[in-house]
């Protein structure tokens, strides 16, 4: 009986067969399961055409009998590697390592598998019909590393993380996932990441101005509930605050937009709504500068009952004059009495703004 072999190419040989050879045909068949436990190997991908992996029985260096493949090729259309049906198990680390952007897919002959277009390493699994992702997906530069590895000063178990060429490195959640991270005492959070961030200002850290300025009020609605300490502006003059913020360095010094939130003095439901201009100043520059184009938020019909929290919608962007980091920004916030149409005070809560930022801290 001749020698029969394995989906993967190992021999198995039968009783009495190869008498003095069986020591060759051993080490080739522990080479090749070696292969498969640990090995590495590039796979060139052909262009715009699935390749077929084939089986080297009882030989080493079959690219399907080794546990880590690399793709390579200038791709400019969808591309893939197959493997065959028969080879239940098999576990797979894939780098897409092809230039061009294009979709590659490593399936099973007959049945499906995963695609994808970035240059990430995935890890797959063959479950007997088709080719499965885990789920574990790690991004990398074809610039900077050819040959992605875990190594140098990347550490896991010791806790660091330490990219060796200060280049960045890539956290990416599969799907809908949020990245987050676990401190020393076992709580975990999302990890914080730059863009939009939010800024309240209440009428009490803001003032009066000195030309048709607001009227600052305290108002006791029922004795021991919450009191309303706002800035009351009438309804035919339109009068202002103002306020000063420093923003964080972090902020990207664009543009920012805001929402009021502001409290009816009667049960009028008509519309109330502000306008908002900035500008920034900095160090050794006179403060006597001309705020920047005021924009108005959407004015918001009351609802009819007198001491109802009213918030407007958030309202278009605002570009602050003279914009940069490390100065100092004055905000006017004015009635929009030409537009909106409450009979009544719109007694100011305060202010929400929302700006940008585009680094981790303010380091």
């Not at 230039?99 to 240059?119: E, H, L, R, Y």
């Not at 060796?164 to 005492?185: E, F, Q």
């Not at 502000?274 to 924009?295: E, I, K, M, N």
């Amino acid at each position: 009986m001749a020698s029969a072999y394995t989906p993967l190419g190992v021999q198995l040989m039968v009783t009495g067969e190869k008498a003095g050879l069986w020591g060759g045909y051993t080490n080739t068949n522990l080479e090749i399961l070696e292969q498969i436990a640990g090995g590495y190997t590039t796979q060139a991908v052909a262009d715009g055409t699935t390749t077929a992996l084939a089986v080297l029985d009882g030989t080493t260096g079959a690219t399907i009998a080794t546990s880590t493949i690399k793709m390579t090729g200038s791709l400019t259309g969808a591309s893939g590697l197959s493997v065959p049906d028969d080879i239940t198990g098999m576990k797979y680390l894939v780098i897409n390592a092809t230039t061009g952007g294009q979709t590659v897919t490593f399936k099973t002959a007959g049945g499906t598998g995963v695609s994808w277009s970035t240059t990430t390493a995935k890890l797959l699994y063959h479950d007997g019909t088709n080719i499965v992702d885990t789920g574990f997906m790690a991004s990398f530069d074809l610039v900077d590393d050819t040959s992605p590895q875990l190594g140098g000063d990347l550490d896991v178990n010791g806790q660091d993380i330490v990219s060796t060429s200060n280049a960045d490195i890539d956290i990416i959640p599969n799907g809908t996932g949020v990245a987050r991270a676990k401190d020393g005492g076992g709580t975990t959070a999302a990890v914080k990441i730059a863009g939009k961030e939010t800024m309240w200002v209440p009428a009490t850290a803001m003032y009066a101005s000195t030309t048709n300025g607001a009227e600052a009020t305290q108002t006791e609605l029922t004795a021991g509930n919450p009191e309303l300490k706002t800035f009351d502006f009438d309804t035919s003059t339109a009068e202002s605050v103002q306020f000063n913020v420093s923003f964080p360095k972090s902020w990207d010094e664009g543009v920012v937009t805001f929402q009021t939130f502001w409290s009816a003095s009667a049960t009028d439901t008509g519309t109330g709504g502000f306008t908002l201009a900035g500008c920034s100043v900095a160090s050794d520059v006179d403060y006597d500068l001309a705020f920047g184009t005021p924009v108005a938020n959407t004015a918001l019909a009351a609802s009819g009952t007198q001491d109802d929290l009213m918030v407007n919608v958030v309202s278009g962007d605002v570009t602050i004059a003279s914009a940069a980091a490390a100065t100092n920004t004055i905000f006017r916030l004015v009635r929009d009495t030409g537009t909106d149409t409450n009979t009544g005070d719109l007694r100011l809560v305060g202010i929400k703004i929302f700006y940008t930022t585009d680094a981790a801290n303010d380091a």
